[in-house]
Each structure stands twice: as C-alpha cells, then as structure tokens.
C-alpha cells in the first residue's frame, strides 16, 4: 500500500508497515506524541524503520557552516541565481544568523527525532553520519568534496541514516 502523500503518517488508517522510510520529514514534526503513536501503531512487530535525516546542531559547526557558506558563494558567481531564487546574504556572519534562526522556527533537534523514534518502541540498530550539504543549494557534484572534507574530519557530517526495529 502507498500512502495518499497529502495525508500525514499520524492521521493515516492502514495496517503496520513491515518496512517504514521516513525521508527528512521527521524533523518537522508539529505533535510529538502523536508521532511517536502513529509510528509505534504503523511499524509491525519485528519491523524495520529508516530514516535519513539531518543534525541541525552540527551547523554551529563554524568550519562545516562557513565551508557550505563559500561553496555557495562560488557557485553563484559560476551560475547567478535567476529573479526568483534567493541571493546569498553577503557576509557569512548575515548567512549564519538568518540559517540558524530559519532552522529555529521550524526545525526538530535531532535528539528530539532519536528520543521520538525510541519512544515509538524502536530500537536502533545502526547509525551513521553522512554528506547532506551538498543537497542545499550546491549539487551533486559537490557531493565527494565533502565525503572528502568529513573523512579528512575538516568539516562535519551534517545528515544521518538511522535503522531501526520494533520488537517482536
């Protein structure tokens, strides 16, 4: 079963998933409890959870968010935003105020995804740190450069993949 995209997972009336993905979309949750119930109600015993999501808290990074800062700065010298896409502030300290504060109004702290998921009666199987930077107004093409930079430990790993199970 696919579920209707315009109906949220918590009001959603299906039997439990053996298999549920959530892609960055836990991070905007608005009722945490309900969450926590409906994933709880929609994972079937032994089911599998995945969920690819990013760490807000690593942006305070200075190293990661002024890296991501200068490739966007260099980027749109090589291809100029059009009329309707946004300018880049000028300076990074304009770039990193209105980034924290945007993620402030609307963005859950990744603890607050894990300790949701765990509530849910998930436990986590794996997790591991990956490249998310490069999806943000960058490209594809941008991806193995900050593979590189997290490997060299230069810059920090933003995004995250967690894999967890509901009891059996």
Not at 38 to 55: I, M, Q, S, W
Not at 57 to 71: A, M, S, V
Not at 145 to 155: R, T
Request: hydrophobic share 45%; net charge negative; glycine share 6%.
């Amino acid at each position: 079963m696919v579920a209707d995209p315009f109906e949220t997972f918590e009001t959603l009336d299906a039997e439990p998933f053996d298999v549920v993905v959530a892609s960055l979309s836990l991070h905007h949750l608005a009722d945490v409890d309900a969450a926590s119930a409906a994933l709880h109600r929609l994972t079937a015993p032994g089911g599998t959870v995945l969920v690819r999501e990013f760490d807000r808290e690593l942006l305070t990074d200075p190293r990661t968010l002024q890296w991501w800062y200068h490739q966007r700065q260099a980027l749109d010298v090589v291809a100029p935003p059009g009329p309707d896409e946004h300018s880049l502030p000028a300076t990074f300290d304009e770039f990193r105020s209105n980034v924290l504060a945007k993620f402030d109004g609307h963005v859950m702290r990744w603890q607050a995804v894990e300790a949701m998921l765990l509530a849910a009666g998930l436990s986590m199987v794996s997790w591991r740190p990956t490249p998310h930077l490069f999806r943000w107004g960058l490209s594809e093409a941008v991806r193995p450069l900050e593979e590189a930079l997290i490997e060299a430990g230069s810059i920090r790993a933003v995004g995250l993949r967690w894999h967890g199970r509901r009891a059996a």
